[in-house]
């Protein structure tokens, strides 16, 4: 489940940070199943959610943001 922001302060290079902080663990997370893979590569966010990376609440936003910006460019 994603954490509540600690504090409002803005940091451009948060996101990078969480997610070298979480790039481990969804990768072990990806390799328990093809499943896994599946669904990051069908719906990316459910994914990070299911794999309890445990990132605050405006990182994951922010990610989704990002995500769905890429998805249209690619359509």
Known sequence: MPRKKKQSKQNPDRLIRELERSEERLQEWIDLSDDN?????????????????????????????????????LK
């Open 37 to 73: 893979l599946l669904l990051l590569r069908e719906d990316p966010m459910a994914a990070l959610r299911k794999a309890g990376l445990d990132m605050e609440d405006d990182i994951m936003l922010e990610l989704e943001m990002i995500m769905t910006g890429i998805a249209r460019k």
